[in-house]
């Protein structure tokens, strides 16, 4: 009698991929000061969020999306002795950390609101800029992206 013939062997487990994210910023500009007031300018008032920066983030998979980020502003140098009189001054500020939920293949819109101490610094005459990570998470793994804004301006 012939043996029975052999199963065959097990198919390899292929792990799925990692998702992949992609951030940018929709402007480098800030809203300082509410709408002008009914009569006093001819112009549409600007619109969008007081303080907040909108960024856009795109997966290609559904994912869980955790948005953090800091602010540096260099301050106007001080007066003082020589020795302090041409140095910068740096404060670096920490953004609320910001959670949503993503769907694969279309577009996030992500608000961060800034610190009120970053806002106040933006305008009092520093130069500020932003460096901002997602960190996206699903059964799959863990990723991250990030984007800079090299000088973040202010919208009146």
Known sequence: AAPPPAAPPPAPVVA????????VTTGTKVLLSP???????KR??????????????RC???????????????????RGSRRTAHKKRTRTFTIAAVQTE??????????????????????????????VTITVTNANGTSTATTTIARIGIRV
């Open 16 to 23: 799925a991929p990692k998702p992949q994210c992609t951030i």
């Open 35 to 41: 709408a002008p007031k009914k009569g006093s300018h």
């Open 44 to 57: 549409r008032p600007p619109t969008g969020k007081p303080g907040a920066l909108q960024f856009a983030e």
């Open 60 to 78: 290609n998979q559904q994912t869980s999306t955790t948005l953090t980020g800091k602010v540096v502003a260099t301050l106007p140098a001080t």
């Open 102 to 131: 993503a769907s694969a293949g279309t577009t996030t819109m992500l608000t961060v609101a800034l610190p009120k101490a970053a806002l106040a610094a933006l305008r009092a005459g520093a130069r500020e800029s932003a460096a």
